[in-house]
């Protein structure tokens, strides 16, 4: 476990031009300057998209729920789907900046900024869903006032919004490196916990009622944990890809290969968690009455329609990474992620609706299906994070200097006595590298 | 407006604060300042009568869960001590106090039921349910005969009456341990003293949190703002309050509380319902818990419900 | 009045007694005795309290005979005949007894008293009155729920007869309709449980509202979302 007690310096002090220090944070304006057209056509879709959002929220705001696709048979939709997701992929990708820490997974070093930037990003989207659900957003206070102890809701809501905290202060003291690596690993104690508390209490909000018999199951939580920790990997795998090609950040290749071995092992876990829930709820010896027509469902149109995806992205996923021959390639790295990725958002969307297939009195609902104004405001919530991300992928520095990364490597090998010897890539797109 | 629920206590600042909020301004030390303290200001507003309106219910917490007549047999004093009041400090809402001593509950008779939603009806017509809304508060099911089977009865039968079928009238069950209430993130609907669970309209945050954790479906959301034609409004209960909030079967609060009886127990042309005071053990409820034999929906959830079906 | 009821009785079982059956009644008919209960309590303008919600205040009465012979309360003419055509079909009660056996289980032999009905003990009760007590003789249980006031006492003062047809008691109704709409009391008897169809379905849920013209716009942004995409993928390929 490394604990460097001196930091590597103060940051430069003459700035660049373009360059603003804020709350000790050198924001590199100057950069948007330089930026490609492909990059502001991106950020103008991402605008134009975002736009969309508002109108669909103001929309929202002046009409009222009609206007959303739920109902009484299906009291949440998307915004819960997203909300679940988001939550696993901020919490997933923390898992791997505290490894650097916790474990002296040093290999992981170069993303440890990206990845807080990312969980901080991914819990604001989080937040954002629950805000974009309430038609009176400003009652959001009694949950300050009043909280109830006994809705678990409270807990994951107040549980996002510290970890959100958590995240920027952490992402503040990983960037101007103040405090060293002590108050990083101090902080590390703090948000890797969080996350975990975070998810779980995610998942405890469906595993927690007994009205709904398809979550009231206990593996919900592990599964949650597990599923976020996959789609986190998978997400933080492919954000270091696109960093490293717009040119923003570089890393080794075999710091990708670590990932995607992680990402492998995580994702077996996580299908072995859901056949074993699979096989727990719909085996004849155990089903109560109604949970076979449920078990059809899964496999029938309009649910099938997303769940068989899920096994089969999950399956070929961890095939595809399942061969050490290739498992290096980028293509299948890449490919492999964003299919985990894309199928923990089907499993998430899944299971929010098929929850809702049959109502406690046992009526069957007709499948829900989110209207113009709930897929705008969800997209809407996607690009105000794709676009911090994007701007931050200019402005901030999330690039961990080389010589500090070098220092932290030989300050590890020297205290482990290991011998890792990987060639350092220069920071060139990677995808030239094969 | 003491018997209309969930209207907003006067003088409550803290119902609507970003009503009054300005949008997207800039954060100075001073501001921040301000909002630390009108913060503190709102918790104080809000925690300090919620405390307040505490002491009378646990005042009659701490009285003992005897009924005056001592007559009714365990079974009923056991669930006249189970459905004590809970005590759940939320912000005050001006309902009609229980008139005494109650712990309200139904029993129905599935054998008379012919499944007419009269019942239903006749409580759309008495709680300003909108006829926009796509709700109600009472569902009939057409039971299957041989079993208490949900998953096989039928919610929109066109025939009533049929003698190959039962049917099983689904309300609220004002629950001695309500999972809504539970699962409330603000404690916008409590229990009150005389067993019914209650709604506050201004508070409900429209989260539907707790249309997920209720196993009997009664909890409902207006969608839509409730429409109801202006000759047909019941001016005893709300109606405006309840756009974009949960609400529910509230035992018709209104009227029992003051001696009457609930809107489908009047409806109902087989007299299938009964309603009345368990803590009576002359209440025709009480006698039918001590002379029939009856069942609950979902008795396993251990939900405790105040409804009791007899057949 | 009296007299002319009671010949119709007589004229109506020896009918029975010396022509065949029926074949459209079915198996056992029985006699029209019964049928004539309420119309005397009918007919007896004022009739004691006991059962002054059937018929003082005409909210409750059987409409198989009110339909044809409208009922005034305050009558004060004679009572309507005509009910020599009639034929009195017992469901579930047939059970009692073969034929016109069945009749006599609670009704007095009508050559002696026709307007008198058996109490368990054999003493006669009045049939214009209160008959509850003739039920008790087999429906025990439900009188005795009926006098705790769990079974039968949503309307006030209402007895047996309020609700039951004593000749097609398994299953009759006769109510308020919609009460709380303000269209008071109208009759409407359901002998034995046939289908029929309930007041209103249940409603569905309201539509998803969406604005025209959010779908425009939404259309719009779409195109040009794609002419963005558009952009950057061909900026990519002529890098």
Known sequence: MTRMGDHVGEPAIALRPG????????????????????????????????????????????????VMGMRDAYPWGLWFAAY?????????????YASVHLFGAEQFRPLSRLAVLLAAVLVLMALLTIITDLPRPWRVIWMLLTPNPTSPFVYTASAATLYLIVCLIDLRILITGKGGERLAYRMTLIALPLAVYLHTTTAFVLALNKSRELWNSAVMVPIFLTSATASGIAMLLICAY???KIGAMAFRSSMFRSLSTLLMTVIIIDLFLLAVEIITVFWPTAAHPGKAARLAHFFEAPYGLMFIPVLVLGVSAATLLARRSTRHLPAVQLTAAAMYVVAIFLKRYVLMSMGFVVDPLGQFASPYTPSLVEVLIALGILSVGLLVVTLSAKILPLQIPEDEIEAHRRAHESAHSGSQDDPVLHPKPVLEVR | ??????????????????????????????????????????????????????????????????????????AVSRIVKRNAPVNYPGRPVEYADPAGDQSWAMVIDVKACIGCRRCVYACVLENNIGRNSGFTYIEVLEMEPGAVDLESSTLNFAEGGRPDKWYLPVQCMQCAKPPCVYGCKVKATWKEPDGIVVMDYDKCIACRNC??????????????????????????????????????????????????????????????????DLKDPDSNVSVLLRTRRVFQLKEKLGTKPMIWYVG | ????????????????????????????????????????????GSPDPAHAGQAASGDLYFDPCASCHPVDPDATRAF????????????????????????LVCHDDPSRDPGKLKLIDGSLVDIAGDVSGVCFRCHSERYRDWQAGTHGTLRPSCTALGCHDPHAPAWTYGGPLLPLAGTGFQVRVLSDRQPFTPIAGPPLPAPVETPGWLVVVTALGALASIGLIGFMVRGGSTR
């Open chain 2, 1 to 74: 407006m003491s018997d209309t629920p969930a209207s907003p206590r006067p003088g409550d600042a803290a119902t609507r604060p970003a009503d009054t909020a300005p949008p997207g301004c800039t954060i100075t030390r001073r501001r921040l300042l301000e909002g630390i303290g009108a913060t503190v200001g709102l918790l104080a507003a809000g925690v300090v009568p919620a405390l307040v309106s505490a002491l009378p219910k646990v005042a009659v917490a701490a009285e003992p869960e005897t009924a005056p007549g001592a007559g009714p047999g365990d």
């Open chain 3, 80 to 103: 309507p005949s005509g009910f020599e055509g009639h034929e009195i079909v017992l469901v579930g009660h047939d059970r009692l007894g073969e034929e016109s056996e069945a009749c």
């Open chain 2, 211 to 276: 249309l997920i954790t209720c196993p009997y479906g009664a909890r409902r959301f207006n969608w839509v703002r409730p429409y109801v034609p202006e000759d047909e409004v019941n001016p005893d209960t709300p109606l405006d309050e309840k756009a974009f909030t949960v609400e529910k079967c509230q035992f018709c609060l209104h009227r029992t509380r003051n001696g009457g009886t609930t809107a489908c127990v009047e409806a109902c042309p087989v007299g299938a319902r009964m309603f009345g």
């Open chain 1, 84 to 96: 679940m997701y988001y939550v696993g992929l901020s919490a997933g990708g923390l898992v791997v």
């Open chain 3, 1 to 44: 009045m009296r007299c002319e009821l009671i010949d119709a009785l007589r004229s109506q079982i020896g009918s029975f007694q010396s022509g065949p059956l029926s074949a459209s009644a079915g198996s056992r008919l029985a006699a029209v005795i019964a049928a004539l209960i309420v119309a005397f309590a009918l007919a007896h």
């Open chain 1, 242 to 244: 696109l960093m490293q």
């Open chain 1, 19 to 66: 360059v603003k220090r804020f709350i000790g944070i050198d924001w590199d304006i100057g950069a948007l300057r330089t930026a490609g057209p492909r990059y502001w056509a991106f950020v103008s879709l991402i605008i134009a998209v975002l736009g969309l959002g508002l109108l669909a929220w103001g929309v929202f705001l002046a009409r009222g729920t009609g």
